[in-house]
């Protein structure tokens, strides 16, 4: 699976923003899509992912009710929109994916094969 992240931007505090994630291979709809974000000097962050399907969603406690995350398997595409952002948000944006599901490993980066290059965002105050 190839992932293509993009949408980032700047937006000043309380906007939206949507992340798209373009994927090339059959493997993406058996795939867990998860996003993740680095602001520097911090550990790559765990933010949201999106199950097989789309049926489940799982949030990090820091975008619960803010994020949302979703898939369009005929497109070949996740998604991440991001409500009420702030400056804390500001990070480098990444999505990856990771055959089957497995919960364990939902917030191990790790354990993901496959990445997209980061998509940058910049929350202005």
């Known amino acids: 699976v190839q992932l293509q992240a993009s949408g980032g931007g700047s937006v000043q505090a309380g906007g939206s923003l949507r992340l798209s994630c373009v994927a090339s291979g059959r493997a993406f709809i058996e795939s867990t899509i998860s996003w993740f974000r680095q602001s520097p000097g911090k550990v790559r962050e765990f933010l949201a992912a999106?199950?097989?399907?789309?049926?489940?969603?799982y949030y990090a406690d820091s975008v619960k009710g803010r994020f949302t995350a979703s898939r369009d398997d005929a497109k070949n595409t996740a998604y991440l929109q991001m409500n009420n952002l702030k400056p804390e948000d500001t990070a480098v944006y990444s999505c990856?994916?990771?055959?089957?599901?497995?919960?364990?490993?939902?917030?191990?980066?790790?354990?993901?094969?496959?990445w997209g290059q980061g998509t940058e965002l910049t929350v202005s105050s």
């Open positions: 999106v199950s097989r399907n789309g049926r489940s969603t």
């Open positions: 990856a994916a990771r055959e089957g599901f497995a919960y364990v490993y939902l917030l191990q980066p790790d354990k993901y094969p496959y």
